[in-house]
């Protein structure tokens, strides 16, 4: 035997395309009135939503990922068929398993790819991003997809009117290569996670604790169960915290960021972030109105919003910050080079 010890090597990584996908239909405050005992003034006052989209009967979260990709692929001009790795933040798979991450690969004809899902709630796009630059980093590939995808209105109960005015659905996918010379991309992360704040949002059926049974149909086990007040506290405290702590290290401020990118879940834990960091707001991108909380989904789709509003420019530092049901938090320093 001669055994070959293959070198470790490390690069930088950048993010090189994004492209972002909602389904068509269209779910108003509104539309909401009709079904629940709510008002279009009290969703726009506490949440700033206005409107979400819905992803049509006899299509899953992989669909959307579908359609997502192609964007991105298009973007860069290349074929699924060079994707290394495909990584999908979410937490509304098609099903338990296989993974979304090999449904996404056998629509798409990635051939030789291999892949998995990320569970992190609202942070699953920035956890499985970090995933995906770690292996671009340790030179371990070259081509890596990310991303955040999910179909909240397939768990969510139209009859509870503290969570079903929160919830659509959305994705996006982004790519990540080697950094070229003098270009910077990624820059720094940090990602916790806090299993304390389980009880406070969580899907408590269908897993291997409670399988799905009549009586977790008629519990309505299998909605998303959430303490409102509980997850606002959380995610108010640590958006800003784990935020400012990453700027705080890498020598910057608030004011230096040439754009934050929030996950959207309720425009005044975004205000209230952007307040404690000193940040301009019109530096923020928030598109929370269009689409509500669509979990993965919100970083990538903001992102997008950014590129067309003209606020996320070649050169730009980029904070992206989400908390998510866990609880988990994501924050993610960069240098956008696209
Ligand atoms: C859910 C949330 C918007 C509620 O806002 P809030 O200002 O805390 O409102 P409260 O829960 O205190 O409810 C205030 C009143 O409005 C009522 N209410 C709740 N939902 C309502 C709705 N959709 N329409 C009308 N009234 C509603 C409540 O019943 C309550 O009435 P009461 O005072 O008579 O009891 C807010 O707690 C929140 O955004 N939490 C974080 C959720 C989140 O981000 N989840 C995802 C994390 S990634």
Not at 271 to 290: F, W
Request: charged share 20%; hydrophobic share 45%; net charge negative.
């Amino acid at each position: 035997m001669s055994l070959t010890v293959r070198p470790i090597v490390g690069c930088r990584a950048k993010i090189t395309a994004l492209g972002a996908y909602v389904p068509p239909q269209v779910l108003t405050n509104q539309d909401l009135e009709k079904m629940v005992d709510t008002n279009n003034e009290w969703i726009v006052s506490r949440t700033g939503i206005r409107e979400r989209h819905v992803l049509a009967k006899g299509l899953g979260v992989s669909d959307m990922c579908v359609e997502a990709v192609k964007k991105c692929l298009a973007a860069r001009g290349i074929e699924a068929s060079e994707l290394e790795v495909i990584i999908i933040g979410t937490v509304t798979p098609d099903m338990m398993f296989p993974s979304t991450a090999c449904l996404v690969q056998n629509k798409l004809g990635a051939k030789g790819a291999w892949g998995f899902d990320v569970s992190a709630g609202c942070s699953g796009f920035m956890f499985a991003l970090q995933a995906g630059v770690k292996l671009v980093e340790s030179g371990a590939h070259k081509m890596v997809l990310v991303c955040g995808a999910d179909a909240n209105t397939r768990m969510t109960d139209y009859t509870d009117r503290t969570t079903c005015v929160l919830f659509g659905d959305g994705c996006g996918a982004v790519l990540i290569e080697p950094a070229a010379e003098g270009e910077i991309g990624f820059i720094d992360f940090k990602n916790e996670i806090d299993g304390s704040g389980g009880p406070a949002l969580n899907m408590p059926a269908g897993g291997s604790l409670h399988p799905a049974t009549h009586e977790t149909v008629d519990k309505k086990m299998h909605f998303i169960h959430q303490d409102g007040a509980a997850v606002y506290k959380f995610a108010v405290r640590k958006m800003a915290e784990i935020s400012a702590e990453v700027l705080e290290r890498n020598g910057i401020t608030g004011a230096d960021l040439g754009c934050f990118i929030p996950h959207q879940a309720n425009q005044r834990i975004i205000s209230s972030t952007v307040d404690r960091l000193g940040m301009d707001p019109a530096r923020v991108i928030i598109n929370i109105g269009k689409y509500g909380n669509t979990s993965a989904g919100s970083i990538p789709l903001a992102m997008e919003t950014a590129v067309e509003e003209g606020k996320l420019k070649k050169g730009d530092l980029v904070l992206m910050a989400a908390v998510g049901a866990g609880f988990t938090v994501g924050v993610t320093l960069l240098r956008w080079e696209i």
